[in-house]
């Protein structure tokens, strides 16, 4: 995730990656009971309700379709943090977001290339 004002002010990089999910009972019923979002915290905490100016500058925050951005937990935590959320339609987020095909698809890429290298080599190096 590459999060910018308008202002110019950079956050620092924030990676969702994909992990499987918890095999420790404790975790699973935790999560179960309490889902945290991406990680054991939850991101949407960690970058948008802790503005020092919350109360008087609204955050943007514009998003694909996918069902779960849009339950009314979600909804209503937005409100509460002053994040107006913008449904962004099927197949138009290369418009909406440039930052994603101009940053996030080359580091995606990047990334991608180092794991399949990484794997390559440790493949290889287990047949001889």
């Not at 999560?31 to 955050?59: M, Q």
């Not at 698809?105 to 290339?113: A, I, Q, V, Y």
Request: proline share 6%; with cysteine.
């Amino acid at each position: 995730m590459v999060l910018a004002n308008s202002a110019g002010t950079k956050h620092p990089l924030f990676l969702i990656l994909r992990t499987s999910k918890s095999k420790v009972k404790a975790v699973v019923q935790e999560n179960l009971a309490v889902p945290k979002g991406f990680g054991k915290r939850l991101w949407e905490s960690l970058h948008f309700s802790e503005r020092p100016d919350r109360d008087t500058k609204p955050v943007l925050l514009l998003w694909d379709d996918f069902s779960a951005h849009w339950t009314e937990e979600v909804v209503a935590y937005a409100t509460s943090i002053n994040v107006v959320l913008v449904r962004i339609p099927p197949r138009f987020t290369w418009i909406c977001q440039p930052v994603d095909v101009a940053w996030n698809r080359p580091l995606k890429s990047r990334l991608r290339d180092k794991c399949i290298g990484l794997c390559g080599n440790k493949s290889r190096a287990r047949r001889q």
